[in-house]
T-cell receptor, first 111, second 113 residues
Protein backbone atom coordinates (compact mmCIF):
# COMPACT_ATOMS: atom_id res chain seq x y z
CA UNK A 1 0.00 0.00 0.00
CA UNK A 2 1.29 3.43 -0.97
CA UNK A 3 2.19 5.53 2.05
CA UNK A 4 3.49 9.05 2.74
CA UNK A 5 4.87 10.34 6.06
CA UNK A 6 5.84 13.97 6.57
CA UNK A 7 7.98 15.48 9.32
CA UNK A 8 7.96 17.55 11.35
CA UNK A 9 4.23 18.12 11.90
CA UNK A 10 4.90 21.77 12.70
CA UNK A 11 7.88 24.06 12.26
CA UNK A 12 8.48 27.57 13.54
CA UNK A 13 11.23 29.64 11.97
CA UNK A 14 12.47 33.16 12.28
CA UNK A 15 12.49 35.17 9.08
CA UNK A 16 15.70 34.32 7.22
CA UNK A 17 16.27 31.05 9.07
CA UNK A 18 16.62 28.30 6.44
CA UNK A 19 15.34 24.76 7.05
CA UNK A 20 14.03 21.61 5.38
CA UNK A 21 10.79 19.62 5.43
CA UNK A 22 10.88 15.86 4.98
CA UNK A 23 8.59 13.51 3.05
CA UNK A 24 9.23 9.77 3.34
CA UNK A 25 7.31 7.53 0.98
CA UNK A 26 6.60 3.92 0.15
CA UNK A 27 5.17 3.27 -3.29
CA UNK A 28 5.25 0.53 -5.89
CA UNK A 29 6.65 2.19 -8.95
CA UNK A 30 6.80 5.95 -8.48
CA UNK A 31 5.02 7.83 -11.24
CA UNK A 32 5.51 11.18 -9.53
CA UNK A 33 6.03 12.93 -6.19
CA UNK A 34 4.17 16.18 -5.70
CA UNK A 35 4.53 19.13 -3.33
CA UNK A 36 1.57 21.41 -2.59
CA UNK A 37 1.10 24.50 -0.47
CA UNK A 38 -2.15 25.04 1.44
CA UNK A 39 -3.17 28.35 3.02
CA UNK A 40 -5.92 28.43 5.68
CA UNK A 41 -9.40 28.21 4.18
CA UNK A 42 -8.12 27.36 0.70
CA UNK A 43 -7.46 24.31 -1.41
CA UNK A 44 -3.93 22.97 -1.91
CA UNK A 45 -1.91 24.78 -4.58
CA UNK A 46 0.56 22.92 -6.77
CA UNK A 47 4.27 23.66 -6.30
CA UNK A 48 6.42 20.90 -7.86
CA UNK A 49 6.42 17.47 -9.48
CA UNK A 50 9.49 15.21 -9.21
CA UNK A 51 9.71 12.02 -11.24
CA UNK A 52 13.02 10.30 -10.52
CA UNK A 53 15.74 10.10 -7.87
CA UNK A 54 18.28 12.89 -8.18
CA UNK A 55 15.82 15.34 -9.68
CA UNK A 56 15.60 18.85 -8.24
CA UNK A 57 13.12 21.70 -8.82
CA UNK A 58 13.30 25.31 -7.63
CA UNK A 59 10.84 28.14 -7.25
CA UNK A 60 11.82 31.37 -5.52
CA UNK A 61 12.93 30.38 -1.98
CA UNK A 62 11.81 26.76 -2.33
CA UNK A 63 13.82 23.82 -3.64
CA UNK A 64 12.52 20.25 -3.81
CA UNK A 65 14.79 17.20 -4.05
CA UNK A 66 14.07 13.49 -4.46
CA UNK A 67 15.76 10.23 -3.49
CA UNK A 68 14.43 6.68 -3.80
CA UNK A 69 12.88 6.85 -0.32
CA UNK A 70 12.26 10.49 0.49
CA UNK A 71 11.90 14.04 -0.70
CA UNK A 72 12.99 17.27 0.92
CA UNK A 73 11.54 20.73 0.56
CA UNK A 74 14.30 23.19 1.37
CA UNK A 75 13.28 26.71 2.33
CA UNK A 76 16.03 29.30 2.02
CA UNK A 77 15.78 32.58 3.92
CA UNK A 78 12.01 32.26 4.46
CA UNK A 79 9.67 35.20 4.74
CA UNK A 80 6.43 35.47 6.75
CA UNK A 81 4.44 34.98 3.52
CA UNK A 82 5.91 31.46 3.26
CA UNK A 83 3.82 30.49 6.29
CA UNK A 84 1.44 27.70 5.19
CA UNK A 85 0.91 23.96 5.35
CA UNK A 86 3.09 22.04 2.89
CA UNK A 87 1.71 18.75 1.62
CA UNK A 88 3.57 15.93 -0.10
CA UNK A 89 1.80 13.35 -2.30
CA UNK A 90 2.78 10.34 -4.41
CA UNK A 91 1.29 8.61 -7.40
CA UNK A 92 2.22 4.96 -7.84
CA UNK A 93 2.37 2.92 -11.01
CA UNK A 94 -0.76 0.98 -10.11
CA UNK A 95 -2.81 4.11 -9.54
CA UNK A 96 -2.93 6.25 -12.63
CA UNK A 97 -4.04 9.72 -11.65
CA UNK A 98 -4.55 8.86 -7.96
CA UNK A 99 -2.51 10.88 -5.43
CA UNK A 100 -1.93 9.75 -1.84
CA UNK A 101 -1.19 12.67 0.49
CA UNK A 102 0.84 12.95 3.68
CA UNK A 103 -0.49 14.75 6.77
CA UNK A 104 1.48 17.89 5.97
CA UNK A 105 3.93 20.18 7.75
CA UNK A 106 2.60 23.47 9.07
CA UNK A 107 5.25 26.16 8.73
CA UNK A 108 5.15 29.42 10.63
CA UNK A 109 7.72 32.11 9.80
CA UNK A 110 7.96 34.94 12.30
CA UNK A 111 9.22 38.39 11.32
CA UNK B 1 -10.03 29.79 -16.78
CA UNK B 2 -11.85 30.28 -13.46
CA UNK B 3 -10.35 27.15 -11.94
CA UNK B 4 -12.25 24.41 -10.15
CA UNK B 5 -15.51 25.77 -8.76
CA UNK B 6 -17.22 24.23 -5.75
CA UNK B 7 -20.52 25.05 -4.11
CA UNK B 8 -21.67 25.70 -1.53
CA UNK B 9 -18.69 27.21 0.28
CA UNK B 10 -20.20 26.36 3.67
CA UNK B 11 -22.98 23.95 4.59
CA UNK B 12 -24.52 23.51 8.02
CA UNK B 13 -27.12 20.78 8.37
CA UNK B 14 -28.72 18.54 10.94
CA UNK B 15 -28.03 14.87 11.39
CA UNK B 16 -30.15 12.76 9.07
CA UNK B 17 -30.50 15.38 6.35
CA UNK B 18 -29.34 14.92 2.77
CA UNK B 19 -26.34 16.97 1.67
CA UNK B 20 -25.27 17.60 -1.93
CA UNK B 21 -21.92 19.11 -2.81
CA UNK B 22 -21.23 20.37 -6.30
CA UNK B 23 -18.15 20.74 -8.47
CA UNK B 24 -17.30 22.20 -11.87
CA UNK B 25 -13.85 21.05 -13.03
CA UNK B 26 -11.47 22.97 -15.26
CA UNK B 27 -12.57 22.74 -18.88
CA UNK B 28 -10.62 20.09 -20.77
CA UNK B 29 -9.48 18.14 -17.73
CA UNK B 30 -10.25 14.43 -17.95
CA UNK B 31 -9.83 13.45 -14.29
CA UNK B 32 -12.00 14.57 -11.38
CA UNK B 33 -11.33 13.77 -7.72
CA UNK B 34 -13.27 14.15 -4.48
CA UNK B 35 -11.15 14.46 -1.33
CA UNK B 36 -12.11 14.92 2.32
CA UNK B 37 -9.84 16.75 4.78
CA UNK B 38 -9.92 16.50 8.57
CA UNK B 39 -7.38 17.31 11.25
CA UNK B 40 -7.15 13.68 12.30
CA UNK B 41 -6.90 11.97 8.90
CA UNK B 42 -5.59 14.69 6.60
CA UNK B 43 -6.56 14.58 2.91
CA UNK B 44 -8.33 11.35 2.00
CA UNK B 45 -9.31 10.38 -1.52
CA UNK B 46 -12.98 9.40 -1.67
CA UNK B 47 -13.53 8.70 -5.35
CA UNK B 48 -12.20 9.69 -8.76
CA UNK B 49 -13.49 9.75 -12.30
CA UNK B 50 -11.79 9.50 -15.68
CA UNK B 51 -13.78 10.84 -18.63
CA UNK B 52 -16.91 10.89 -16.43
CA UNK B 53 -16.56 7.21 -15.46
CA UNK B 54 -15.91 6.28 -11.79
CA UNK B 55 -12.54 4.52 -11.60
CA UNK B 56 -11.93 3.97 -7.90
CA UNK B 57 -14.48 4.50 -5.13
CA UNK B 58 -12.66 2.47 -2.48
CA UNK B 59 -12.28 5.58 -0.34
CA UNK B 60 -16.01 6.20 -0.02
CA UNK B 61 -16.70 5.61 3.69
CA UNK B 62 -19.99 3.76 3.34
CA UNK B 63 -23.18 3.49 1.34
CA UNK B 64 -24.39 6.82 2.66
CA UNK B 65 -21.94 8.46 0.26
CA UNK B 66 -22.50 8.56 -3.49
CA UNK B 67 -20.94 10.53 -6.34
CA UNK B 68 -21.96 11.16 -9.91
CA UNK B 69 -20.48 12.84 -12.95
CA UNK B 70 -23.25 13.20 -15.54
CA UNK B 71 -21.04 15.20 -17.92
CA UNK B 72 -17.53 16.58 -18.27
CA UNK B 73 -18.37 19.86 -16.57
CA UNK B 74 -20.27 18.79 -13.47
CA UNK B 75 -20.02 16.39 -10.54
CA UNK B 76 -21.90 15.90 -7.27
CA UNK B 77 -21.08 14.23 -3.98
CA UNK B 78 -24.15 13.27 -1.96
CA UNK B 79 -24.39 12.19 1.67
CA UNK B 80 -27.70 10.66 2.74
CA UNK B 81 -28.32 10.52 5.64
CA UNK B 82 -25.63 12.80 7.04
CA UNK B 83 -23.98 12.18 10.43
CA UNK B 84 -21.87 14.42 12.70
CA UNK B 85 -18.74 12.40 11.86
CA UNK B 86 -19.11 13.53 8.24
CA UNK B 87 -18.14 17.05 9.29
CA UNK B 88 -15.03 17.98 7.29
CA UNK B 89 -13.82 20.06 4.37
CA UNK B 90 -14.62 18.39 1.05
CA UNK B 91 -12.41 19.26 -1.90
CA UNK B 92 -12.93 18.67 -5.57
CA UNK B 93 -9.90 18.61 -7.87
CA UNK B 94 -9.31 18.04 -11.57
CA UNK B 95 -6.31 17.18 -13.71
CA UNK B 96 -5.06 16.13 -17.10
CA UNK B 97 -3.96 12.52 -17.46
CA UNK B 98 -0.74 13.67 -19.09
CA UNK B 99 0.79 15.34 -16.02
CA UNK B 100 -1.44 14.33 -13.08
CA UNK B 101 -1.07 17.79 -11.53
CA UNK B 102 -4.18 18.37 -9.44
CA UNK B 103 -5.98 21.70 -9.37
CA UNK B 104 -8.14 22.03 -6.28
CA UNK B 105 -11.27 24.02 -5.64
CA UNK B 106 -11.73 26.15 -2.53
CA UNK B 107 -13.60 23.38 -0.75
CA UNK B 108 -16.93 23.00 1.01
CA UNK B 109 -16.85 23.25 4.81
CA UNK B 110 -19.53 20.81 6.00
CA UNK B 111 -20.85 20.86 9.55
CA UNK B 112 -23.40 18.22 10.58
CA UNK B 113 -25.02 19.03 13.91
Amino acid sequence: EDQVTQSPEALRLQEGESSSLNCSYTVSGLRGLFWYRQDPGKGPEFLFTLYSAGEEKEKERLKATLTKKESFLHITAPKPEDSATYLCAVCGSGNTGKLIFGQGTTLQVKP
Amino acid sequence: DAGVIQSPRHEVTEMGQEVTLRCKPISGHDYLFWYRQTMMRGLELLIYFNNNVPIDDSGMPEDRFSAKMPNASFSTLKIQPSEPRDSAVYFCASSLMTDQKLFFGSGTQLSVL
